[in-house]
T-cell receptor, first 112, second 112 residues
């Protein structure tokens, strides 16, 4: 069974601070996705990274896929209260029928 | 497009009762999944389907049945509800070669 560990589990910061969330595994993934989930809603896809070493930016969010495709990070610059939520990483094996393995999530709270 | 829809939003059952959680998608995705989300355990796959007429078990299938008669619909049946099935249930459909998932809004189920 592939496992994805996220750290930290909880993060409470003030508006304007920077933060990094980590997603680590001993398994190699074909691609890795990041989702954000707000209370009472389903997860929403933020980004997919597929190439080792790949970096993608989404406004103030920067996503990186590890060179060996076993880990990923999410960096948020100048966090805002709207960034509050549960961040989930998910790794996929090769093939369109492969199952996704989800991490346990990082709960972020950004206060004024 | 409505995306992925789920009904009901909330449900309370007594132990031993049965019910069906409904899920529908209008994106013509072949692959659909059911997950349950519990605190500290992330999203765990219950059942999935790679197309109409084809279903398979995920990580935690016991106590649940699924069927897929059309591309659009993927209902999840609880045969005899148990308190251990208290959880939030998410249906998802996915697209593309990178297995990007689109989640419904979830059903919060409590079994007394």
């Amino acid at each position: 069974t592939q496992l994805l560990e996220q750290s930290p589990q909880f993060l409470s910061i003030q508006e304007g601070e920077n933060l990094t969330v980590y997603c680590n595994s001993s398994s190699v993934f074909s691609s890795l996705q990041w989702y954000r989930q707000e209370p009472g809603e389903g997860p929403v896809l933020l980004v997919t990274v597929v190439t080792g070493g790949e970096v993608k930016k989404l406004k103030r969010l920067t996503f990186q896929f590890g060179d060996a495709r076993k880990d990923s990070s999410l960096h948020i610059t100048a966090a805002q209260p709207g960034d509050t939520g549960l961040y989930l990483c998910a790794g996929a094996g090769a093939g369109t029928a492969s199952k996704l393995t989800f991490g346990t999530g990082t709960r972020l709270q950004v206060t004024l | 497009n409505a995306g992925v829809t789920q009904t009901p939003k909330f449900q309370v059952l007594k132990t031993g009762q049965s019910m069906t959680l409904q899920c529908a998608q209008d994106m013509n995705h072949e692959y659909m999944s059911w997950y349950r989300q519990d605190p500290g355990m992330g999203l765990r796959l219950i059942h999935y389907s790679v197309g109409a007429g084809i279903t398979d078990q995920g990580e935690v299938p016991n106590g649940y049945n699924v069927s897929r008669s059309t591309t659009e619909d993927f209902p999840l049946r609880l045969l005899s509800a148990a308190p251990s099935q208290t959880s939030v249930y998410f249906c998802a459909s996915r697209r593309g070669s990178y297995n990007e998932q689109f989640f419904g809004p979830g059903t919060r189920l409590t079994v007394l």
